[in-house]
């Protein structure tokens, strides 16, 4: 061994090992020779991905990632995780450390376990912990022979497949099995040891289907705790678990399990955390369910009955989750635990009043949820002493009466839930004194309030949502709306509002709805200031005159609605991706530099005299004429100054970006000869390259001298996210994200940055965005089954290849069908990867703010969370799913599309696209089955909803 060592070449690393082979004993201080070797080998092999200083710390006890005994004479245990492995040479040479403890090469990139490996380490006598999880290990799993010792074996989120049989079944002291997050199929293995000391088994996210074992699995009579969520098991729960008489945790959720929750499980009295949400059981709940439980998740499940009165009184209870359900019958909570944080009882059948008096005591309930049952009587102003309360939603029941002023009291509230009631009153009280502070979204729609909005609500200096629309208020909108300090959406629409409309917060981001009240007069040119703002929904009004050009500046944009008011004139000339609706008006739209008129959306519009028109076409014309002889003299005063654009910065010479950095990315050499940085800047300084708008990317059109055509993509408010000290870290996540590897994502190929903003280029897709070709092309109409099955499964690979990422998971920021190109009508590339990492609202800093998502995509959790999570990108695949099964756009019928589908769910065939499900009864029934997915997809709660790979799972399984 000592002979080998000295025959490396690296000038550092032979003068080392030359030393060691002579002075083992000194450099290594007391480590034995064999095992300084050994070390010496590793950090050879492991180089340049792990940097062990052999050079200044000679020990190897004092490596990163290295423990020694008390003695400092033995390794015991060594931790490579998280250094982006991917050979697994090094591993048979870890086996040469026989007094190893604890291997840990978690989080790696590494794909196999090589046979040496496992038959030299199953050798060592004290080996106790073997972790492999989070790398990408494939094939069956090893049978591990030997380790004899082995208590913890962790092989988690790795892609291994094939069933399990008796590859463990040799490790007599196994008490930790964690196997989570792979492809294992067949039935669930029952032989897991020998000597029966199995703790802990975890098997959640794989393909594990049949029945859970009658007997074997059971007999492992030390199990505290067992994970068996997100499979394919069916069946019923067995009555042998109660002799399971230490089980603390069992977790079976999202599965096909069905029966009735077995009364065996009341007998275990250990267990704390049970968990069967997203099955199908049914029956009752048996009445003493809760009395040794922590945590109680049955929600989305076929149970039925009555909710037993005394679930809520254990006094450890602090999680029940019986939502979405068929629970009937009156609430009879008789008290509710102090412990209690968080009840969800929403989407059932429960009838009669909340209870007041349960309230009393629970002073850590944080979260209340009974939305969409059929309770009626007021709300009870007891809720006002719950003062850890964080989240109230009773909507969408048949409540009255007014909003009691203790709900003023809930200084910890964020989230207020009353929509679709039957209130009355004002909405004064509770805002009469400045309270609610940490209020972020305030729901208050689809009721019968009164009176005027409280100018209070402007203090508000939190709120984010404001959705008062479908009431019976009055008066004028409070001057002070716009001194909101954070306002992103106001809903004021369906109401009997007038008065001017005062100046509204520049912060509005998603939506400014008016529609439907009695606003008079001309259509003010200050809402132009709103520059962030998507949606601006005037229709149903009483405006007149035209509609001020000043309007086309609003540069995020994305719909305009103008129907059913007293307009007229010429409408401006906005940008091809703002949808305009003006029905119900006299507005014509002017005509392009071509004489052609803009694709707005016109159903109804009032058609005046032959004489009017006339006129109007007079108008129209002169204008053209004397926008014509305008644009001449802004082209000759071009040689003499430059032009100031909205959309591009000046460059030093011709209005163009200044180049600060560019670089390719792609090895490919087509690409490489093709792409001309200055070409591509051209490209963004005309607007009429523009091809699509997303929430923060504008996508531009660039013909290279070749002939070869790019997507050139700016980062729309970059240069507030991205300071230019941040460019270097811009230019490493372009050169990680270009490494990606999947047909289903589009990668850059290149990045320029300028003095204002950031570029990146695209291959271009003729095809365009599944928006356009859904909703807006030509093809909409036309696109079967076949090729909207193709999408989903296509994005769906893209998503689970993006979130499986070990070393840091990749999320979207604006996940929406605007982002999901298509390079042929069967194969969608998920874009937009970039902005996560680069123009992440939370993580930016300086004065850069923005909705993480487009309307109708956004989860509902995100109005208090402002987080973008795996659960967020889950719930805006399921928005996608369901366009593509409606073939209607998020937004659809006034309403977000998932309210709509949720509220039409006792009529699928009403649901889905009937021009596509008429096709046969096979697609038919395929197209229910993936509804079934994309209505777990968008669950309220976010731990409801599967992860990708079960979701992609689920969407091949419906083939």
């Given at each position: 061994?000592?002979?080998?060592?000295?025959?490396?070449?690296?000038?550092?690393?032979?003068?080392?090992?030359?030393?060691?082979?002579?002075?083992?004993?000194?450099?290594?201080?007391?480590?034995?020779?064999?095992?300084?070797?050994?070390?010496?080998?590793?950090?050879?092999?492991?180089?340049?991905?792990?940097?062990?200083?052999?050079?200044?710390?000679?020990?190897?006890?004092?490596?990163?990632?290295?423990?020694?005994?008390?003695?400092?004479?033995?390794?015991?245990?060594?931790?490579?995780?998280?250094?982006?492995?991917?050979?697994?040479?090094?591993?048979?040479?870890?086996?040469?450390?026989?007094?190893?403890?604890?291997?840990?090469?978690?989080?790696?990139?590494?794909?196999?376990?090589?046979?040496?490996?496992?038959?030299?380490?199953?050798?060592?006598?004290?080996?106790?912990?073997?972790?492999?999880?989070?790398?990408?290990?494939?094939?069956?799993?090893?049978?591990?022979?030997?380790?004899?010792?082995?208590?913890?074996?962790?092989?988690?989120?790795?892609?291994?497949?094939?069933?399990i049989d008796i590859q463990l079944d040799e490790m007599i002291s196994l008490k930790t099995l964690n196997l989570t997050g792979n492809k294992f199929n067949g039935h669930l293995p029952t032989k897991l040891g020998k000597s029966m000391v199995l703790e802990q088994l975890l098997l959640a996210?794989?393909?594990?289907?049949?029945?859970?074992?009658?007997?074997?699995?059971?007999?492992?009579?030390?199990?505290?705790?067992?994970?068996?969520?997100?499979?394919?098991?069916?069946?019923?729960?067995?009555?042998?678990?109660?002799?399971?008489?230490?089980?603390?945790?069992?977790?079976?959720?999202?599965?096909?399990?069905?029966?009735?929750?077995?009364?065996?499980?009341?007998?275990?009295?250990?267990?704390?955390?049970?968990?069967?949400?997203?099955?199908?059981?049914?029956?009752?709940?048996?009445?003493?369910?809760?009395?040794?439980?922590?945590?109680?998740?049955?929600?989305?499940?076929?149970?039925?009955?009555?909710?037993?009165?005394?679930?809520?009184?254990?006094?450890?209870?602090?999680?029940?989750?019986?939502?979405?359900?068929?629970?009937?019958?009156?609430?009879?909570?008789?008290?509710?635990?102090?412990?209690?944080?968080?009840?969800?009882?929403?989407?059932?059948?429960?009838?009669?009043?909340?209870?007041?008096?349960?309230?009393?005591?629970?002073?850590?309930?944080?979260?209340?949820?009974?939305?969409?049952?059929?309770?009626?009587?007021?709300?009870?102003?007891?809720?006002?002493?719950?003062?850890?309360?964080?989240?109230?939603?009773?909507?969408?029941?048949?409540?009255?009466?007014?909003?009691?002023?203790?709900?003023?009291?809930?200084?910890?509230?964020?989230?207020?839930?009353?929509?679709?009631?039957?209130?009355?009153?004002?909405?004064?009280?509770?805002?009469?004194?400045?309270?609610?502070?940490?209020?972020?979204?305030?729901?208050?729609?689809?009721?019968?309030?009164?009176?005027?909005?409280?100018?209070?609500?402007?203090?508000?200096?939190?709120?984010?949502?404001?959705?008062?629309?479908?009431?019976?208020?009055?008066?004028?909108?409070?001057?002070?709306?716009?001194?909101?300090?954070?306002?992103?959406?106001?809903?004021?629409?369906?109401?009997?509002?007038?008065?001017?409309?005062?100046?509204?917060?520049?912060?509005?981001?998603?939506?400014?709805?008016?529609?439907?009240?009695?606003?008079?007069?001309?259509?003010?040119?200050?809402?132009?200031?709103?520059?962030?703002?998507?949606?601006?929904?005037?229709?149903?009004?009483?405006?007149?005159?035209?509609?001020?050009?000043?309007?086309?500046?609003?540069?995020?944009?994305?719909?305009?609605?103008?129907?059913?008011?007293?307009?007229?004139?010429?409408?401006?000339?906005?940008?091809?991706?703002?949808?305009?609706?003006?029905?119900?008006?006299?507005?014509?739209?002017?005509?392009?530099?071509?004489?052609?008129?803009?694709?707005?959306?016109?159903?109804?519009?009032?058609?005046?005299?032959?004489?009017?028109?006339?006129?109007?076409?007079?108008?129209?014309?002169?204008?053209?004429?004397?926008?014509?002889?305008?644009?001449?003299?802004?082209?000759?005063?071009?040689?003499?100054?430059?032009?100031?654009?909205?959309?591009?910065?000046?460059?030093?010479?011709?209005?163009?970006?200044?180049?600060?950095?560019?670089?390719?990315?792609?090895?490919?050499?087509?690409?490489?000869?093709?792409?001309?940085?200055?070409?591509?800047?051209?490209?963004?300084?005309?607007?009429?390259?523009?091809?699509?708008?997303?929430?923060?990317?504008?996508?531009?059109?660039?013909?290279?001298?070749?002939?070869?055509?790019?997507?050139?993509?700016?980062?729309?408010?970059?240069?507030?996210?991205?300071?230019?000290?941040?460019?270097?870290?811009?230019?490493?996540?372009?050169?990680?994200?270009?490494?990606?590897?999947?047909?289903?994502?589009?990668?850059?190929?290149?990045?320029?940055?300028?003095?204002?903003?950031?570029?990146?280029?695209?291959?271009?897709?003729?095809?365009?965005?599944?928006?356009?070709?859904?909703?807006?092309?030509?093809?909409?109409?036309?696109?079967?089954?076949?090729?909207?099955?193709?999408?989903?499964?296509?994005?769906?690979?893209?998503?689970?290849?993006?979130?499986?990422?070990?070393?840091?998971?990749?999320?979207?920021?604006?996940?929406?069908?605007?982002?999901?190109?298509?390079?042929?009508?069967?194969?969608?590339?998920?874009?937009?990867?970039?902005?996560?990492?680069?123009?992440?609202?939370?993580?930016?800093?300086?004065?850069?703010?923005?909705?993480?998502?487009?309307?109708?995509?956004?989860?509902?959790?995100?109005?208090?969370?402002?987080?973008?999570?795996?659960?967020?990108?889950?719930?805006?695949?399921?928005?996608?799913?369901?366009?593509?099964?409606?073939?209607?756009?998020?937004?659809?019928?006034?309403?977000?599309?998932?309210?709509?589908?949720?509220?039409?769910?006792?009529?699928?065939?009403?649901?889905?696209?009937?021009?596509?499900?008429?096709?046969?009864?096979?697609?038919?029934?395929?197209?229910?089955?993936?509804?079934?997915?994309?209505?777990?997809?968008?669950?309220?709660?976010?731990?409801?909803?599967?992860?990708?790979?079960?979701?992609?799972?689920?969407?091949?399984?419906?083939?």
């Amino acid at each position: 061994m000592a002979t080998y060592n000295c025959m490396y070449t690296s000038s550092f690393l032979s003068v080392f090992l030359l030393y060691s082979c002579f002075s083992p004993i000194m450099v290594f201080s007391q480590l034995s020779q064999n095992q300084a070797t050994t070390m010496a080998s590793l950090s050879n092999l492991l180089a340049p991905s792990v940097t062990w200083n052999t050079a200044n710390h000679s020990n190897p006890c004092s490596w990163n990632g290295v423990t020694c005994d008390s003695t400092k004479s033995h390794v015991i245990m060594i931790s490579l995780s998280g250094n982006s492995l991917n050979s697994s040479d090094f591993l048979p040479v870890l086996c040469q450390i026989e007094t190893l403890q604890h291997i840990d090469v978690s989080n790696n990139s590494l794909s196999s376990i090589p046979h040496d490996f496992i038959t030299e380490c199953g050798k060592i006598k004290d080996l106790k912990l073997l972790n492999f999880s989070g790398n990408n290990l494939s094939g069956s799993l090893p049978t591990f022979n030997g380790f004899a010792a082995l208590e913890y074996l962790d092989m988690s989120f790795n892609v291994l497949e094939s069933s399990i049989d008796i590859q463990l079944d040799e490790m007599i002291s196994l008490k930790t099995l964690n196997l989570t997050g792979n492809k294992f199929n067949g039935h669930l293995p029952t032989k897991l040891g020998k000597s029966m000391v199995l703790e802990q088994l975890l098997l959640a996210k794989n393909q594990f289907q049949g029945e859970i074992p009658e007997e074997q699995l059971f007999s492992y009579e030390n199990l505290t705790l067992i994970d068996l969520s997100e499979n394919h098991l069916s069946g019923a729960i067995p009555s042998h678990i109660v002799h399971l008489s230490k089980l603390q945790t069992l977790f079976l959720s999202s599965n096909n399990l069905s029966g009735p929750i077995p009364m065996s499980i009341l007998n275990i009295t250990t267990l704390v955390r049970f968990a069967a949400n997203q099955n199908n059981f049914n029956g009752s709940l048996p009445s003493a369910i809760s009395n040794n439980l922590i945590s109680l998740d049955l929600s989305y499940n076929d149970l039925s009955g009555p909710i037993p009165k005394n679930i809520l009184s254990s006094p450890r209870m602090e999680v029940v989750d019986l939502s979405n359900n068929r629970l009937s019958g009156t609430l009879l909570l008789t008290s509710i635990s102090p412990s209690i944080v968080r009840l969800r009882l929403g989407n059932n059948l429960l009838q009669g009043n909340i209870p007041s008096d349960a309230f009393a005591k629970a002073q850590n309930l944080t979260y209340l949820e009974l939305e969409s049952n059929e309770l009626t009587g007021g709300i009870p102003a007891m809720l006002g002493s719950c003062h850890n309360l964080a989240l109230l939603d009773l909507s969408q029941n048949h409540l009255s009466g007014i909003l009691p002023a203790e709900l003023g009291n809930l200084s910890n509230l964020q989230v207020l839930n009353l929509q679709m009631n039957k209130l009355n009153g004002t909405i004064t009280t509770p805002f009469q004194n400045g309270q609610l502070q940490k209020l972020l979204k305030l729901n208050l729609s689809m009721n019968s309030l009164t009176g005027s909005i409280p100018s209070q609500i402007s203090s508000l200096s939190n709120l984010r949502f404001l959705h008062l629309q479908q009431n019976n208020m009055s008066g004028s909108i409070p001057s002070s709306i716009g001194n909101s300090p954070a306002l992103l959406d106001l809903q004021l629409g369906g109401n009997q509002l007038s008065g001017a409309i005062p100046s509204m917060p520049l912060t509005l981001q998603v939506s400014l709805n008016l529609s439907h009240n009695n606003f008079s007069g001309s259509i003010p040119s200050s809402l132009s200031i709103l520059y962030n703002l998507e949606i601006l929904d005037l229709s149903y009004n009483k405006f007149s005159g035209g509609v001020p050009d000043d309007l086309t500046k609003m540069a995020a944009l994305t719909q305009l609605l103008l129907n059913n008011n007293q307009l007229s004139g010429l409408l401006p000339r906005f940008r091809d991706f703002v949808h305009v609706e003006y029905n119900g008006t006299s507005l014509v739209p002017a005509p392009t530099s071509d004489n052609t008129t803009p694709n707005y959306s016109q159903v109804s519009r009032k058609k005046g005299s032959s004489v009017v028109l006339a006129i109007l076409v007079a108008i129209a014309a002169a204008v053209f004429l004397v926008g014509l002889i305008t644009l001449l003299v802004v082209l000759v005063s071009r040689r003499y100054s430059k032009v100031n654009n909205e959309h591009v910065h000046s460059g030093e010479d011709h209005g163009l970006p200044q180049i600060l950095q560019s670089r390719l990315l792609t090895p490919n050499g087509l690409h490489r000869s093709n792409i001309d940085f200055s070409k591509a800047m051209e490209a963004v300084a005309e607007t009429s390259n523009v091809t699509l708008k997303t929430k923060f990317s504008t996508y531009y059109k660039a013909i290279m001298p070749s002939g070869s055509i790019y997507f050139v993509k700016k980062m729309n408010s970059t240069e507030r996210a991205l300071p230019a000290s941040s460019h270097a870290r811009f230019g490493k996540e372009m050169e990680a994200l270009a490494k990606l590897n999947n047909s289903n994502v589009m990668t850059p190929l290149a990045y320029v940055l300028s003095s204002d903003a950031a570029y990146t280029l695209y291959e271009f897709v003729s095809n365009g965005s599944l928006f356009d070709v859904l909703h807006h092309g030509s093809m909409g109409n036309s696109l079967d089954w076949a090729s909207r099955y193709s999408i989903a499964v296509g994005v769906a690979q893209g998503l689970s290849f993006l979130h499986g990422i070990t070393s840091s998971p990749i999320l979207l920021l604006d996940l929406s069908s605007k982002s999901i190109m298509l390079k042929s009508l069967k194969e969608p590339l998920v874009g937009d990867i970039e902005h996560y990492k680069v123009i992440d609202p939370s993580r930016s800093t300086g004065n850069f703010s923005a909705v993480a998502g487009s309307v109708g995509y956004v989860p509902p959790e995100y109005a208090y969370t402002m987080k973008v999570t795996v659960a967020g990108n889950v719930y805006s695949f399921g928005v996608i799913l369901l366009e593509l099964l409606t073939g209607k756009p998020a937004v659809t019928e006034g309403t977000e599309l998932v309210k709509w589908v949720l509220r039409n769910s006792m009529n699928k065939d009403y649901i889905i696209d009937s021009n596509v499900s008429k096709t046969s009864q096979a697609v038919r029934n395929q197209m229910i089955s993936i509804l079934q997915i994309a209505l777990v997809c968008v669950s309220t709660s976010p731990g409801s909803r599967p992860k990708m790979k079960s979701v992609l799972r689920m969407l091949l399984n419906a083939r």
